[in-house]
């Protein structure tokens, strides 16, 4: 299947292609300002209109410059679920909705990326995410409560709230992803697969809702609910950072 990404940076930060793939690039800098290098394949479509649907295959190789790299990096599917666009500068037009996803994924600390203690919450991880599509006059009254989220006691109810309604499983990583390997998403309706260089990492019942777009990214920013209901989103300082992919390939 033929891939339409398109590169999308802030300033300072580059995608370029290689010989055999690409390379996403952020350059040093302190906490305070976004760095972001991204290639996806739905920036001006609208959710509905997202290219990828069961049954679906991603694999390509991929490297990064460093083990330990501060905000996060990562490839596969998602809704784009914190998207709100009125569709200015090219982009479509999307409201917040609840998020489905199926990808690798790096988040350093503070990143709290879990609403289960018993799956990773940071640190690299193969997982996924599936979320009911809720009508917006639904979630509407959920958004009205963003502001109570710094009452800890209320924070910590809506996070549990949270946890009943958005599924997730993950399963933690421990590769040397300074080095190529080779990373498969099989996304099925009922299950979803994801391996390394051949072996099943996880192999999971909870696979995300349709459609989606394809992300390839690296940045430099965190956002954390812990189990304690705390509360925290920004950016950190960072070296010079690269993410290096081969083209990817996707089988459907």
Known sequence: MEIGLKPRCTPGASVNRTDNGWRMDIPAGVRGAYRLAQLDDYFALSRRHFHHATPWTLSLHAKVSASNLPGTWGFGLWNDPFCF???????????????????FFHASPPNWLSFRDEIPAHGFFAGTINSPRVPLLLLAPALLALPFLALRPISRLLRKLAGQTVRQDAAEISVDVTKWHEYSIQWLRETTEFKIDGETILQTAISPEPPLGLVLWIDNQFAAWTSEGQLGYGTLDNPAACLEITAPCINT
């Open 85 to 103: 666009s009125l569709g200015f500068g090219g982009a479509a037009g999307r409201l917040p909705v609840l998020p489905n996803a199926a990808w």
